[in-house]
């Protein structure tokens, strides 16, 4: 249990820092470059799974070394799609449904989108002898 506190207090970290590399990216490119909003959300996220993932294989998870570095990066490439649309759905709904303000449903969709990621990452990445 207190590997698996260690190992969520990591997540956080890492989590937090794409957030703010994901965040900053959103809002220059909407603000300052006046790219639309989903555009920025897909091209923020998509650098930040990259940072997320040299981050999660080298400081969070105990990746599997019995499977190779291709097959763990298209797994984590494959989630991190799936995050990216349901980043994408929750962004229209929150945005154009509801007029809430970009940011703020960044934010919300971030917290959701962190749930499944550290479910799927610890499932499919990491050695099946660290169950904790």
């Not at 969520?8 to 900053?24: E, R, T």
């Amino acid at each position: 249990m207190k590997k698996l506190m260690l190992q969520l207090v990591k997540f956080g970290g890492v989590g937090f820092l794409c957030f703010l590399i994901d965040f900053a990216i959103l809002s220059l490119l909407t603000e300052a470059f006046k790219v639309n909003y989903l555009v920025s959300s897909a091209i923020a996220f998509s650098v930040s799974v990259v940072v997320n993932y040299v981050l999660s294989v080298v400081f969070v998870f105990d990746v599997d070394c019995q499977n190779n570095k291709k097959r763990n990066f298209i797994l984590f490439v494959f989630f991190s799609v799936i995050g990216l649309i349901l980043t994408e759905l929750i962004m229209k709904l929150g945005v154009d449904i509801i007029s809430w303000d970009y940011r703020v449903v960044k934010i919300a969709a971030t917290a959701i989108i962190m749930i499944y990621n550290f479910v799927t990452r610890k499932l499919f990445l990491e050695k099946k002898g660290n169950k904790n």
